[in-house]
């Protein structure tokens, strides 16, 4: 009878929502609860207690979060794992975010050829080489995106310059990815040989220079690299929002104009006659 009376005690102070089966409301309660345990387990037993593995006592964190994964797939999807497979995969997790922070720079004979770094206004590329700044806006309302490149010679002169929309867009990255992958091709398209692409996403850029260390955008870095291929030399330029701002107008001219008409077209856009020129001219001082 006690036990009844504290089950019914216990569904009284946790009501089950009408949207949710029994089985599973209940199997929600018993593993937040387990995982609430095996984090002060963890916290004072384990994280600070020298006897234990290192590497063992840095996945336990990865362990919990599997934990309720798994719980989750399996509810939802019916999927199951074996315990070997678990491990495997909380491993495999561990050492994702142990590459990912062990991103250094790179030693300037290494980084030269692939990366620049910021400068506080538009800088013109070496003799012989073009400059393509890359920009992308996305409306999360409308989950569309705008892209833009504009490409400039050794003096700032901008030679061509192109819009598009990418309609169906449904996460940022995404279209800051699309919009580079967009760009590219179009510099293979118009024989550009020596380029620098020039945008403001430090994880595109790392995408190109340090791919090891983020395996879960491989196919992005496959993709990026396989048209990278086609071009005699090419550079990456990390610009912030004032130096890459000219390219960020036209893309943005999509998301809040609704100029949806893609197209391609010599020198810079009239309505930023002012912007180009001065840059030029701040470029060459």
């Known amino acids: 009878m006690r036990n009844m009376y504290n089950l019914q005690l216990y569904a009284q102070n946790n009501t089950i929502k009408p949207h949710l089966r029994p089985q599973i409301y209940w199997s929600k309660i018993l593993i937040a609860r387990l995982v609430d345990k095996f984090k002060d387990v963890w916290y004072i037993n384990i994280s600070k207690n020298s006897l234990w593995p290192e590497e063992l006592r840095q996945t336990f964190p990865w362990t919990l979060w599997r934990i309720w994964k798994n719980r989750n797939l399996a509810l939802f999807e019916g999927k199951c794992f074996s315990s070997l497979e678990s491990a495997q995969k909380v491993r495999e997790d561990w050492l994702e975010w142990v590459d990912a922070q062990k991103q250094e720079e790179e030693d300037d004979a290494?980084?030269?050829?692939?990366?620049?770094?910021?400068?506080?206004?538009?800088?013109?590329?070496?003799?012989?080489?073009?400059?393509?700044?890359?920009?992308?806006?996305?409306?999360?309302?409308?989950?569309?995106?705008?892209?833009?490149?504009?490409?400039?010679?050794?003096?700032?002169?901008?030679?061509?310059?192109?819009?598009?929309?990418?309609?169906?867009?449904?996460?940022?990255?995404?279209?800051?990815?699309?919009?580079?992958?967009?760009?590219?091709?179009?510099?293979?398209?118009?024989?550009?040989?020596?380029?620098?692409?020039?945008?403001?996403?430090?994880?595109?850029?790392?995408?190109?220079?340090?791919?090891?260390?983020?395996?879960?955008?491989?196919?992005?870095?496959?993709?990026?690299?396989?048209?990278?291929?086609?071009?005699?030399?090419?550079?990456?330029?990390?610009?912030?929002?004032?130096?890459?701002?000219?390219?960020?107008?036209?893309a943005k001219s999509v998301t809040e104009e609704c100029r949806l008409q893609s197209y391609v077209a010599v020198c810079h856009p009239v309505w930023l006659d002012g912007l180009f020129n001065e840059e030029r001219i701040s470029s060459s001082g």
């Open 110 to 250: 290494d980084a030269g050829d692939t990366l620049g770094q910021q400068a506080a206004g538009w800088t013109a590329p070496h003799v012989n080489w073009l400059k393509c700044n890359v920009a992308t806006s996305w409306s999360k309302r409308n989950k569309f995106a705008g892209c833009a490149w504009v490409l400039r010679d050794h003096v700032g002169k901008v030679l061509l310059h192109s819009r598009c929309a990418l309609p169906g867009v449904l996460v940022k990255q995404e279209a800051q990815f699309k919009g580079l992958l967009w760009a590219m091709e179009s510099m293979r398209f118009h024989r550009v040989e020596r380029v620098v692409f020039a945008l403001q996403e430090e994880f595109l850029v790392t995408l190109v220079s340090r791919p090891a260390a983020w395996p879960s955008f491989r196919f992005m870095s496959m993709e990026l690299g396989l048209v990278l291929g086609s071009f005699r030399s090419w550079k990456f330029f990390l610009e912030n929002s004032f130096s890459n701002r000219g390219a960020f107008l036209i």
